[in-house]
Every structure is written in C-alpha cells, then in structure tokens.
Nanobody, 125 residues
Framework: VQLQASGGGLVQAGGSLRLSCAVS????????IAWFRQAPGKEREGIAC????????VYSDSVKGRFTIASDNAKNTVYLQMNSLKSEDTAVYYC???????????????????WGHGTQVTVSS
C-alpha cells in the first residue's frame, strides 16, 4: 500500500491550495482516507476524512467551512481543497488510510494503518 501526498507550497494568507493523495494497493472506496497536519511543536491533528463509498465526510472545527475533502474513485485519489488559508494553517500535511474505516473516529491517528509522506504548506501573513 502506498499513499503519495502532493500539492503543498507557499501561499499568502487568504489564498488557496489543493492537496492530492494518490492511493495504491488498497480497496479505495470503503477505506477511510484522512488528512492530518502537524505544525512545529504541536501534536498531529486530524482535520478531514472521507469514506467515498458512502460519500461520508467530516471536518475538524479548525477547518470547517474553509477546507473541502473529495475523492476521485477512478483515480484512487483524495483531494483537500484549502481556501481562505491562515498563517495558523502552516504545517506538514499527511494523508492516511484506515482500511474498512469510518469517519466516526477520524482524529485517532492510531487507527490508520497506512501513511504517506508529508507535504509542507506554508501560509505567509
């Protein structure tokens, strides 16, 4: 199983970025695919999760209304559209997969068997 995250970069506050997570070697539709982020000196934070078979999504309060998670089943790829970015969104962003998972406990990092390498997002104020 491989997860490949991409799309990070440097953006000004108020701007947008779209992250991608390409998943291979896993039954995509019934897995919970989540985005986490970790800022320097802070714990890893679960921010969004999707189970594409039932179109179930969930967001943390810190990103709700600004970020959107979506999947393209044909490409086995999950996206995180990030709008109205703030300096506090600066972090390394990771995607993770929980085989046969649900969105109910998406913030529990220990549930995710597979992780991608992170992609850096830097928001300048």
């Amino acid at each position: 199983v491989q997860l490949q995250a991409s799309g990070g970069g440097l953006v000004q506050a108020g701007g947008s970025l779209r992250l991608s997570c390409a998943v291979s070697g896993l039954t995509f539709g019934n897995s919970a695919i989540a985005w986490f982020r970790q800022a320097p000196g802070k714990e890893r934070e679960g921010i969004a999760c999707i189970v594409s078979d039932n179109d179930d999504t969930v967001y943390s309060d810190s990103v709700k209304g600004r970020f959107t998670i979506a999947s393209d089943n044909a490409k086995n790829t999950v996206y995180l559209q990030m709008n109205s970015l703030k300096s506090e969104d600066t972090a390394v962003y990771y995607c993770a997969a929980d085989k046969d998972g649900t969105t109910n406990v998406y913030k529990d990092a220990l549930r995710y068997e597979y992780w991608g390498h992170g992609t850096q997002v830097t928001v300048s104020s």
